[in-house]
Structures are given as structure tokens and as C-alpha cells.
């Protein structure tokens, strides 16, 4: 029911800044849970920020680095991120779901690698 795609990944320098963003192929006013995960090699999925119904969601250790924001009449959410770690080098997909208990819906990833 929707596409997602995610852009704005790259090489970026410790200390540096970056800022995806992902655009979706409908309205996302109505949706239920729409953020961001992330995956490093070798390690399992996980949550970076997401917004569950207007109150949004930062794992530990993202929280004061990272802001989640969305703009409805672009149908885009962004994932500013500041203060970038090697820790953060990972794939980052784009998440969403329409409705509560409704399908999960991800974007193809963007990889995002910070040098040390």
C-alpha cells in the first residue's frame, strides 16, 4: 500500500552531520508508526527513532544526536543526524505501518558510515 524510499546516506567524518530522508508514495498523516532502524553487519535490526502516533521514540544511545521530524505535505520523513560515531556506520531503512497491527512496510536502505 505504500513505497518508501530512502535517501541522503554517505561516507561522513566523526563529529559530522547527515540527514536522510525518506519519501513515501502516499499521504502519511493518518499512519499509525513511521520512523527509522538500523542494521550494522553482523548484528540484529534495530530501533534508532520512530513516531507511534505523535509521540516519537530514540534508542539510548541516538537520544540528543539524532531528531526524528516529518513534513505531511511532502509525504517525507527526515532523520537529522548530528555528532556522528563509528558506532552509527549501519544500513538505515525507512519503517511504516498504516495501521495498528497492520503490515510493516521498509524502504530498500541506505548505508551510512562514519570514519573514525
Known amino acids: 500500500q505504500v513505497q518508501l524510499v530512502e535517501s541522503g546516506g554517505g561516507l561522513v567524518q566523526a563529529g559530522g552531520s547527515l540527514r536522510l530522508s525518506c519519501a513515501a508514495s502516499?499521504?502519511?498523516?493518518?499512519?499509525?508508526?513511521m520512523g527509522w532502524y538500523r542494521q550494522a553487519q553482523g548484528k540484529q535490526r534495530e530501533l534508532v527513532a520512530t513516531?507511534?502516533?505523535?509521540?516519537?521514540n530514540y534508542a539510548d544511545s541516538v537520544k540528543g544526536r539524532f531528531t526524528l521530524s516529518r513534513d505531511n505535505a511532502k509525504n517525507t520523513v527526515y532523520l537529522q543526524m548530528n555528532s556522528l560515531k563509528p558506532e552509527d556506520t549501519a544500513v538505515y531503512y525507512c519503517?511504516?505501518?498504516?495501521?495498528?497491527?497492520?503490515?510493516?512496510?521498509w524502504g530498500q536502505g541506505t548505508q551510512v558510515t562514519v570514519s573514525s
Open positions: 502516499r499521504s502519511i498523516f493518518t499512519f499509525n508508526r
Open positions: 519503517n511504516a505501518q498504516i495501521f495498528v497491527g497492520g503490515n510493516d512496510y
Open positions: 513516531s507511534t502516533r505523535g509521540v516519537t
